[in-house]
């Protein structure tokens, strides 16, 4: 398995795994939406960026929208995991944990200060390995929505 950027080439098979990861998520994404989601991703320049999981054979099998910005307590800067996703079949095998791997070594390379991420109180699955690689941050999130 390779874990690397998506580019232009991955965009059938990112949109695929993201509709199922938007419908198991509960939340209804519309196409249009969806595809401007993937333009900001395949853009080299944007800060937008995605990284798959693809096998030996060319199968997608998980993907990691990111977002990386800047911060006011450190000149340096953070990275928001968006979205994970790993294709039901292919769970349990180490793929979510090696993606977070993955971006964390990037991470290193580019200097961020940290990745961090939200999740449903409810994810037990997403907790169970979130727990075991991370820390849990000591803040609530708050909505105020526009
Ligand atoms: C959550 C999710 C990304 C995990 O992907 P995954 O590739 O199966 O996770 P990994 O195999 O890397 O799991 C690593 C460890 O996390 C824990 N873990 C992962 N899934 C678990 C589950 N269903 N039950 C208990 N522990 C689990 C285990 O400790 C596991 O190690 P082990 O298999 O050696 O025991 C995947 O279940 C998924 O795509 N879920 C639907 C989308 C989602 O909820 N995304 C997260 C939104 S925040």
Not at 125 to 144: C, G, H, Q, T, V
Request: glycine share 4%; with cysteine; net charge neutral.
């Amino acid at each position: 398995m390779e874990i690397r950027l998506a580019g232009p080439a991955d965009h059938d098979a990112w949109l695929s795994l993201w509709n199922r990861y938007c419908t198991d998520q509960g939340v209804g994404i519309s196409t249009e939406v969806s595809e401007t989601i993937w333009q900001r991703i395949e853009k080299p320049d944007n800060t937008s960026k995605a990284l798959v999981a693809v096998d030996a054979g060319g199968v997608t099998l998980a993907f990691l929208n990111y977002i990386v910005h800047p911060y006011t307590w450190s000149d340096r800067q953070l990275c928001f995991v968006v979205d994970l996703y790993v294709d039901q079949s292919w769970r349990r095998r180490g793929i979510a944990q090696a993606m977070i791997a993955h971006l964390a070594a990037e991470g290193h390379r580019q200097r961020w200060l940290r990745l961090y991420w939200n999740t449903d109180r409810s994810n037990e699955r997403a907790r169970a390995l979130y727990d075991k690689i991370a820390r849990l941050s000591p803040y609530l999130s708050y909505f105020l929505d526009l």
